[in-house]
């Protein structure tokens, strides 16, 4: 089954995520704003990962003396996508 849904992360520099999951794997994730280069390598990373793999690989990470990151809201927006 495929699910797309937009997600707009918060406590990070990006602001907007464009994800698309189709049967349990990232199929594509577009991220608008932050570090470009950073971002892109993490999307293309991901990018036919297991959603729950990239998930345990990202969730809690943080960014300078920020409780969140980049990474850890697109683990935040995946799992969204999963559970609901």
């Not at 950073?38 to 999307?43: D, V």
């Amino acid at each position: 089954m495929k699910k797309s849904a937009v997600y707009y992360p918060s406590g990070v520099c990006s602001n907007q995520y464009n994800i698309t999951i189709e049967d349990g794997r990232v199929e594509n994730i577009e991220i608008i704003g932050g570090c470009p280069g950073n971002l892109f390598g993490i999307s293309s990373l991901i990018r036919g990962m297991d959603a729950e793999e990239a998930i345990r690989r990202m969730e809690g990470i943080t960014c300078g003396g920020k409780a969140t990151s980049c990474p850890d809201q697109i683990a935040k927006a995946l799992k969204e996508m999963i559970e609901g």
